[in-house]
């Protein structure tokens, strides 16, 4: 399997497609993405919980046991990462795992709290990828303070710096890397690729747009539209079931 940690490429991001089910790992990686990641709001929506409650864990753990014969490398989306659940999902067969910074309602973390989080992960399991996700922009505490907690992580042994939500070219190359960006609307890879990106995360968006493209089919049929043709057959649909 290729290495994850070497897809991370200044100027050549790696583009990172989010599934949510066994079907759609297999299914983006069959399409030819270098790795994959999951989206922790598609496997909590799909099981029916909201996302960042903490009721997902489980079925996250069990989708990466499901797929651990994928070819390509696999990174997680987790809703709180500890030492412990970071260690079953690389056991599990995880690559790399996001762990995030932002605590909800409470906040975001200490930075030397995060910063300790982060060092037990990579001193338990040294191969994980830890991408250390900052909240900052979600929670709005400005510019400077994710500088500051992506340096603190970098320190203390994070392999990648995650900011959801920055969107501003300038603000994007002031922070260290390998910096991985969630795609935006307008957003491009080429674009972020010549703001020396490393890692390009679609999130949850594939999952948001499968949703919306089965209620607009929903939509055309009951208005008297026919069934459409060229969609992925059933006969392939239930072979990623047993994918690879």
Known sequence: MTDFHGLHRVGRPLLLPNAWDAASVFALAEVGFEAVGTTSLGVAAAQGVPDGAGLARERTLELVRRVRGLRVPLTVDVESAGVDFAAELYEAGAAGINVEDGRGEAGLAAVAEQAELIAAIKERVPRLFVNARIDTYWLGTGQADTRKRAEAYLKAGADGIFVPGIRADDEIRALPGPLNVLLLPGMTVGGLARLNVARISMGSLLYRAALDAAL??????????????????YAETDRLATYP
């Open 216 to 233: 607009v089919t929903a939509a055309a049929i009951q208005a008297g539209a026919p069934a459409p043709d060229g969609v992925r057959s």
